[in-house]
């Protein structure tokens, strides 16, 4: 047996190397959310021959259309029971990303007068330093700097307990960076983790 995990986070064609080494009596298991990030493919031919998919968005797109047209099911296990998120964190995804085909079983307790989810607008705009490759938002990392703030100063240790980690996610290398450059105005760095939004799925929170 070969088991696989997680494979949207590498590319189709580093995917595939593991596989050409199974047999004709080799079973074959690919875990992996076709609809989480996957690595940027900056090429724009490889994005038009669709090598910005990962292996597991492919094949779920081969099944459904081949189940579509032969009436048939499609050899694809999906969890749908989500035992982790906060309720109304699960909810929004559901909407948005599953057709609303989750099914939220947490017994987080919710925080009183702080909601699970906040979005903030800030007007900014991208800069590249001169001999990068990455961008930064210095208005991201401002309104960042304020709201990581309040949470540290706010926090609510009744409901979470005394010991402050915070995750920070960032869609570029620079403005991780940046991030954990600028000063956090008496929130220790210490207790503020930086990553790009890829690495999310190596961090375990509860």
Not at 104 to 109: E, G, L, M, Y
Not at 117 to 130: I, K, L, P
Request: with cysteine; proline share 5%; net charge negative.
């Amino acid at each position: 047996m070969m088991l696989l995990r997680c494979i949207l986070q590498a590319h189709e064609c580093e995917t595939i190397m593991p596989i050409c080494l199974a047999n004709d009596s080799t079973c074959v298991i690919l875990s992996g959310d076709h609809l989480q990030m996957v690595p940027r493919v900056y090429s724009n031919e490889a994005r038009s021959l669709g090598f910005d998919r990962s292996l597991t968005e492919r094949l779920d797109h081969l099944y459904t259309e081949q189940c579509q047209q032969f009436a048939g099911s499609p050899p694809i296990v999906r969890l749908r029971v989500n035992y982790r998120n906060n309720v109304e964190i699960t909810q929004f995804l559901s909407s948005m990303l599953y057709n609303n085909q989750l099914i939220p079983v947490s017994t987080q307790v919710p925080v009183p007068g702080r909601s699970p989810m906040n979005f903030y607008a800030v007007c900014g705009r991208e800069q590249q330093d001169r001999d990068s490759t990455s961008f930064y938002n210095v208005s991201e990392v401002e309104e960042l700097t304020r709201r990581v703030k309040d949470l540290y100063f706010d926090w609510p240790a009744a409901e979470w307990g005394h010991n402050k980690d915070i995750l920070v996610t960032a869609a570029y290398t620079d403005q991780a960076s940046t991030d954990s450059r600028h000063n956090l105005q008496g929130a220790p760095l210490y207790i503020v983790c930086f990553a790009l939004n890829l690495e999310i799925v190596f961090y375990f929170f509860t």
